[in-house]
Nanobody, 119 residues
Framework: QVQLVESGGGLVQPGGSLRLSCAAS????????MGWYRQAPGKQREMVAT???????NYAASVKGRFTISRDNAKKVVYLQMNSLQPEDTAVYYC?????????????WGQGTQVTVSS
């Protein structure tokens, strides 16, 4: 059974930092493309950052230069380091694992972790 378990969310002041973690089990982690997505109240879920099995990364324009995605294949964990957080970053953040061969039909989601940026 595939499980993606996120952690590290919380309340932070504007300009602060958080690091999210997503621990995976039940998949060949090193093979899968991993990603972080977020959904703010009343908005659609959007891609934040992705990292493929080979290590190349992609970021949403709104977070480029502030967020960094990384992965540890030995530990089966993907991270999202978030710096210079702003109120508009407030959302539920979800971890995603996608099979690179059939990404639309073979992908998994975590339960989400809340990030709130507020003074």
């Amino acid at each position: 059974q595939v499980q993606l378990v996120e952690s590290g969310g919380g309340l932070v002041q504007p300009g602060g930092s958080l690091r999210l973690s997503c621990a995976a089990s039940g998949i060949i982690f090193s093979f899968y493309n991993m990603g972080w997505y977020r959904q703010a109240p009343g908005k659609q879920r959007e891609m934040v950052a992705t990292i493929i099995s080979g290590g190349s990364t992609n970021y949403a324009a709104s977070v480029k230069g502030r967020f960094t995605i990384s992965r540890d294949n030995a530990k089966k964990v993907v991270y999202l380091q978030m710096n210079s957080l702003q109120p508009e970053d407030t959302a539920v953040y979800y971890c995603n694992a996608a099979n690179p061969l059939v990404p639309t039909t073979n992908n998994y989601w975590g339960q989400g972790t809340q990030v709130t940026v507020s003074s």
